[in-house]
Antibody, heavy 124, light 107 residues
Framework: EVQLLESGGGLVQPGGSLRLSCAASGFSISNFAMNWVRQAPGKGLEWVSSISGGAGSTDYADSVEGRFTISRDVSRNTVYLQMNSLRVEDSAIYYC?????????????????WGQGTLVTVSS | DIQMTQSPSSLSASVGDRVTITCRASQSISNFLNWYQQKPGKGPTLLIS???NLQSGAPSRFSGSGSGTDFTLTISNLQPEDFATYYC?????????FGQGTRLDIK
Protein backbone atom coordinates (compact mmCIF):
# COMPACT_ATOMS: atom_id res chain seq x y z
CA GLU A 1 0.00 0.00 0.00
CA VAL A 2 1.28 3.43 -0.95
CA GLN A 3 1.49 5.72 2.07
CA LEU A 4 2.92 9.12 2.88
CA LEU A 5 3.64 10.31 6.41
CA GLU A 6 4.55 13.94 7.04
CA SER A 7 6.28 15.19 10.14
CA GLY A 8 8.27 18.15 11.40
CA GLY A 9 5.58 20.78 11.76
CA GLY A 10 5.31 23.03 14.78
CA LEU A 11 5.32 26.57 16.10
CA VAL A 12 8.10 28.87 14.90
CA GLN A 13 8.70 32.59 15.13
CA PRO A 14 8.71 34.82 12.05
CA GLY A 15 12.10 34.66 10.39
CA GLY A 16 12.73 31.19 11.74
CA SER A 17 13.31 27.86 10.01
CA LEU A 18 11.70 24.46 9.98
CA ARG A 19 12.31 21.23 8.06
CA LEU A 20 9.39 19.03 7.08
CA SER A 21 9.78 15.35 6.21
CA CYS A 22 7.61 13.07 4.12
CA ALA A 23 8.33 9.38 4.61
CA ALA A 24 7.07 7.31 1.70
CA SER A 25 6.26 3.61 1.70
CA GLY A 26 4.95 1.19 -0.90
CA PHE A 27 6.89 2.76 -3.78
CA SER A 28 10.26 4.35 -4.52
CA ILE A 29 10.46 8.14 -4.64
CA SER A 30 13.14 7.79 -7.31
CA ASN A 31 10.42 6.72 -9.74
CA PHE A 32 7.85 9.45 -9.16
CA ALA A 33 7.64 13.20 -8.86
CA MET A 34 6.80 14.33 -5.33
CA ASN A 35 5.05 17.50 -4.25
CA TRP A 36 4.33 19.72 -1.28
CA VAL A 37 0.93 21.43 -1.17
CA ARG A 38 -0.24 23.69 1.65
CA GLN A 39 -3.56 24.79 3.05
CA ALA A 40 -3.86 27.83 5.27
CA PRO A 41 -6.46 27.48 8.07
CA GLY A 42 -9.93 27.47 6.56
CA LYS A 43 -8.55 28.20 3.09
CA GLY A 44 -7.93 26.40 -0.18
CA LEU A 45 -5.01 24.45 -1.58
CA GLU A 46 -1.76 25.97 -2.84
CA TRP A 47 0.95 23.98 -4.61
CA VAL A 48 4.32 24.82 -3.04
CA SER A 49 7.08 22.74 -4.62
CA SER A 50 7.90 19.60 -6.58
CA ILE A 51 10.91 17.36 -7.12
CA SER A 52 11.21 14.95 -10.03
CA GLY A 53 11.91 11.28 -9.55
CA GLY A 54 14.80 10.91 -11.93
CA ALA A 55 17.24 13.79 -11.91
CA GLY A 56 15.68 15.43 -8.88
CA SER A 57 14.80 18.61 -10.73
CA THR A 58 12.93 21.08 -8.55
CA ASP A 59 10.24 23.71 -8.99
CA TYR A 60 8.75 26.26 -6.62
CA ALA A 61 5.80 28.57 -6.28
CA ASP A 62 6.77 32.22 -6.55
CA SER A 63 5.56 32.75 -2.97
CA VAL A 64 8.31 30.49 -1.56
CA GLU A 65 11.06 30.74 -4.20
CA GLY A 66 14.38 31.54 -2.56
CA ARG A 67 13.14 30.68 0.94
CA PHE A 68 12.10 27.02 0.67
CA THR A 69 14.16 24.10 -0.61
CA ILE A 70 12.81 20.70 -1.55
CA SER A 71 15.15 17.73 -1.44
CA ARG A 72 15.08 13.97 -1.06
CA ASP A 73 17.00 11.03 0.38
CA VAL A 74 16.34 8.05 -1.86
CA SER A 75 18.00 5.66 0.61
CA ARG A 76 15.50 6.73 3.26
CA ASN A 77 12.67 7.08 0.70
CA THR A 78 11.95 10.47 2.22
CA VAL A 79 11.27 13.92 0.78
CA TYR A 80 12.07 17.09 2.70
CA LEU A 81 11.00 20.71 2.65
CA GLN A 82 13.46 23.10 4.26
CA MET A 83 11.65 26.31 5.09
CA ASN A 84 13.70 29.40 5.93
CA SER A 85 12.79 33.04 6.57
CA LEU A 86 9.30 31.94 7.56
CA ARG A 87 6.47 34.45 7.47
CA VAL A 88 3.11 34.55 9.22
CA GLU A 89 1.46 33.86 5.87
CA ASP A 90 3.34 30.54 5.60
CA SER A 91 1.17 29.16 8.42
CA ALA A 92 -0.68 26.19 7.01
CA ILE A 93 -1.10 22.45 6.95
CA TYR A 94 1.58 21.11 4.62
CA TYR A 95 0.69 18.01 2.63
CA CYS A 96 3.01 15.71 0.77
CA UNK A 97 1.56 14.28 -2.45
CA UNK A 98 2.85 11.74 -4.94
CA UNK A 99 2.50 12.18 -8.68
CA UNK A 100 0.16 9.42 -9.74
CA UNK A 101 2.10 8.19 -12.76
CA UNK A 102 4.98 10.39 -13.79
CA UNK A 103 8.57 10.72 -12.69
CA UNK A 104 8.52 14.40 -13.60
CA UNK A 105 5.71 16.99 -13.37
CA UNK A 106 4.23 16.37 -16.81
CA UNK A 107 1.23 18.01 -18.38
CA UNK A 108 -1.79 16.01 -17.34
CA UNK A 109 -0.37 14.75 -14.07
CA UNK A 110 -2.33 14.48 -10.86
CA UNK A 111 -1.57 14.02 -7.17
CA UNK A 112 -2.38 10.64 -5.67
CA UNK A 113 -2.17 9.85 -2.84
CA TRP A 114 -1.74 12.63 -0.29
CA GLY A 115 -0.51 12.39 3.27
CA GLN A 116 -2.44 13.48 6.34
CA GLY A 117 -0.48 16.73 6.61
CA THR A 118 1.63 18.48 9.22
CA LEU A 119 0.72 21.84 10.75
CA VAL A 120 3.12 24.76 10.59
CA THR A 121 2.31 27.84 12.66
CA VAL A 122 4.42 30.97 12.27
CA SER A 123 3.73 33.37 15.10
CA SER A 124 5.51 35.51 17.63
CA ASP B 1 -0.58 31.74 -13.66
CA ILE B 2 -3.85 30.07 -14.68
CA GLN B 3 -6.70 31.11 -12.42
CA MET B 4 -9.27 28.49 -11.51
CA THR B 5 -12.71 29.68 -10.38
CA GLN B 6 -15.26 27.33 -8.85
CA SER B 7 -18.93 27.95 -8.32
CA PRO B 8 -20.72 27.88 -6.08
CA SER B 9 -18.38 28.34 -3.10
CA SER B 10 -20.85 26.46 -0.93
CA LEU B 11 -23.88 24.33 -1.57
CA SER B 12 -26.52 22.71 0.60
CA ALA B 13 -28.23 19.57 -0.60
CA SER B 14 -30.09 16.53 0.65
CA VAL B 15 -29.33 12.83 0.47
CA GLY B 16 -30.51 11.57 -2.89
CA ASP B 17 -30.12 14.92 -4.66
CA ARG B 18 -28.12 15.54 -7.82
CA VAL B 19 -25.64 18.41 -7.64
CA THR B 20 -23.30 20.09 -10.10
CA ILE B 21 -20.15 22.05 -9.33
CA THR B 22 -18.52 24.13 -12.03
CA CYS B 23 -14.89 25.08 -12.54
CA ARG B 24 -13.68 27.69 -15.02
CA ALA B 25 -10.08 28.21 -16.12
CA SER B 26 -8.72 31.63 -17.08
CA GLN B 27 -7.35 30.14 -20.31
CA SER B 28 -7.86 26.95 -22.26
CA ILE B 29 -6.42 23.90 -20.51
CA SER B 30 -7.75 21.22 -22.89
CA ASN B 31 -8.86 18.39 -20.60
CA PHE B 32 -6.02 18.77 -18.09
CA LEU B 33 -8.35 19.13 -15.13
CA ASN B 34 -8.49 17.10 -11.95
CA TRP B 35 -11.06 16.96 -9.14
CA TYR B 36 -10.25 16.22 -5.50
CA GLN B 37 -12.46 15.52 -2.50
CA GLN B 38 -11.43 16.62 0.98
CA LYS B 39 -13.12 15.67 4.22
CA PRO B 40 -12.53 17.56 7.49
CA GLY B 41 -9.17 16.84 9.06
CA LYS B 42 -7.98 14.73 6.12
CA GLY B 43 -5.77 15.19 3.11
CA PRO B 44 -7.47 15.47 -0.28
CA THR B 45 -8.16 12.38 -2.36
CA LEU B 46 -8.12 12.23 -6.15
CA LEU B 47 -11.60 11.72 -7.53
CA ILE B 48 -11.40 12.43 -11.26
CA SER B 49 -8.44 13.03 -13.56
CA UNK B 50 -8.29 14.33 -17.13
CA UNK B 51 -11.70 15.98 -16.71
CA UNK B 52 -13.73 12.77 -16.86
CA ASN B 53 -11.60 9.80 -15.79
CA LEU B 54 -13.15 8.41 -12.62
CA GLN B 55 -10.54 6.98 -10.29
CA SER B 56 -10.57 3.34 -9.28
CA GLY B 57 -12.63 2.90 -6.15
CA ALA B 58 -14.60 6.09 -6.61
CA PRO B 59 -18.38 5.58 -6.79
CA SER B 60 -19.98 5.76 -10.23
CA ARG B 61 -22.38 8.47 -9.00
CA PHE B 62 -19.48 10.89 -9.53
CA SER B 63 -18.87 12.12 -13.07
CA GLY B 64 -16.85 14.87 -14.69
CA SER B 65 -17.07 16.63 -18.02
CA GLY B 66 -15.77 19.58 -19.96
CA SER B 67 -12.82 20.80 -21.96
CA GLY B 68 -11.16 24.07 -22.80
CA THR B 69 -12.14 26.45 -20.03
CA ASP B 70 -15.37 25.08 -18.57
CA PHE B 71 -15.72 21.93 -16.49
CA THR B 72 -18.32 20.31 -14.28
CA LEU B 73 -18.38 17.75 -11.49
CA THR B 74 -21.73 16.06 -11.04
CA ILE B 75 -22.77 13.93 -8.12
CA SER B 76 -25.99 12.03 -8.58
CA ASN B 77 -27.94 10.40 -5.76
CA LEU B 78 -25.95 12.13 -2.99
CA GLN B 79 -24.89 9.89 -0.14
CA PRO B 80 -24.00 10.96 3.43
CA GLU B 81 -20.30 10.28 2.80
CA ASP B 82 -20.26 12.73 -0.14
CA PHE B 83 -20.61 15.79 2.06
CA ALA B 84 -17.15 17.30 1.80
CA THR B 85 -15.21 20.04 0.04
CA TYR B 86 -14.35 19.63 -3.63
CA TYR B 87 -11.43 21.25 -5.47
CA CYS B 88 -10.58 21.44 -9.13
CA UNK B 89 -6.94 21.69 -10.24
CA UNK B 90 -5.38 22.39 -13.60
CA UNK B 91 -2.46 20.25 -14.74
CA UNK B 92 -1.80 22.18 -17.95
CA UNK B 93 1.23 24.09 -16.73
CA UNK B 94 3.20 25.21 -13.72
CA UNK B 95 2.32 26.35 -11.19
CA UNK B 96 -0.43 23.82 -10.71
CA UNK B 97 -3.34 25.89 -9.44
CA PHE B 98 -6.51 24.94 -7.61
CA GLY B 99 -9.97 26.38 -7.47
CA GLN B 100 -11.01 27.94 -4.17
CA GLY B 101 -13.14 24.93 -3.29
CA THR B 102 -16.83 24.12 -3.05
CA ARG B 103 -18.14 23.08 0.34
CA LEU B 104 -21.06 20.66 0.08
CA ASP B 105 -23.21 20.59 3.23
CA ILE B 106 -26.22 18.61 4.27
CA LYS B 107 -29.44 20.60 4.00
Amino acid sequence: EVQLLESGGGLVQPGGSLRLSCAASGFSISNFAMNWVRQAPGKGLEWVSSISGGAGSTDYADSVEGRFTISRDVSRNTVYLQMNSLRVEDSAIYYCAKDQFYSSPSRGNCFDPWGQGTLVTVSS
Amino acid sequence: DIQMTQSPSSLSASVGDRVTITCRASQSISNFLNWYQQKPGKGPTLLISAASNLQSGAPSRFSGSGSGTDFTLTISNLQPEDFATYYCQQSYNSPRTFGQGTRLDIK
